[in-house]
């Protein structure tokens, strides 16, 4: 139990349906950061906030849209998604500026 | 962009032998963390450097920081199954900023 919780846990959509991931983190942390992991690919950053501010988008598609109402919670909103997005998407946080994050178990999910 | 080559790929060992890995870059990073996923979770830290040279334990585990800047190493002595999972180096470019460069992960299986 690493104080970060992400739901949920396995999602399978279809490539027009619209979900939310959530992400909550009980550490008093006040960034945080949504990753892509796909097989055999390292991590990728997607976007990160700072104090509910996104800091970094990583060239990411609009079809994937962040919302961060405050310092603990954090979603990714997903609508007509590609079966190469199918991945593991992994929500983290940390002090601002600093290198420690701590990682959510992840949702796991499939576009059919 | 900033790349981290890890090596070996995959490991596959016998309960007690001594494992060794390491990651390296064509840049030099100001922090090396190194961390485990077990199947079916997020990335837990292991080990934090933040000094070329730094040797730094956590249990069975040994990290090191290069003396170049560009190359980290993670030694697990005595493995047990536990220690099953993949592991991943990540390094940090700058202070103050809280992006992290991933490698692409060493498996590691323990043989019965």
């Known amino acids: 139990e690493t104080g970060v919780t992400q739901t949920p846990r396995h999602l399978v959509m279809g490539m027009t349906n619209k979900k939310s991931l959530k992400c909550e983190q009980h550490l008093g942390h006040n960034a945080m950061y949504w990753y892509k992991q796909s097989a055999k690919k390292p991590l990728e950053l997607m976007f990160v906030y700072n104090f509910k501010e996104q800091t970094e988008n990583n060239s990411v598609p609009s079809r994937f849209s962040p919302e961060c109402p405050n310092s603990s919670h954090l979603f990714l909103h997903l609508h007509t998604l590609q079966p190469e997005d199918s991945a593991l998407y992994l929500c983290?946080?940390?002090?601002?500026?600093?290198?420690?994050?701590?990682f959510g178990p992840g949702t796991r999910l499939t576009v059919l | 962009g900033q790349q981290l080559n890890q090596s070996p790929q995959s490991m596959f060992i016998q309960e007690g032998e001594d494992v060794s890995m390491n990651c390296t870059s064509s840049s030099i990073f100001n922090t090396w963390l190194w961390y485990k996923q077990d199947p079916g979770e997020g990335p837990v830290l292991l080990i934090a450097?933040?000094?070329?040279?730094e040797l730094t334990s956590n249990g069975r585990l040994t990290a090191q920081f290069g003396t170049t800047r560009k190359d980290s190493f993670l030694n697990i002595s005595a493995s047990i199954p536990s220690d099953v999972g993949i592991y991943f180096c990540a390094g940090q470019l700058f202070f103050g900023n809280e992006k992290l460069t991933f490698g692409t992960g060493t498996r590691l299986t323990i043989i019965p």
């Open positions: 983290a946080s940390s002090h601002k500026g600093t290198d420690t994050q701590y």
């Open positions: 450097l933040y000094k070329a040279g």
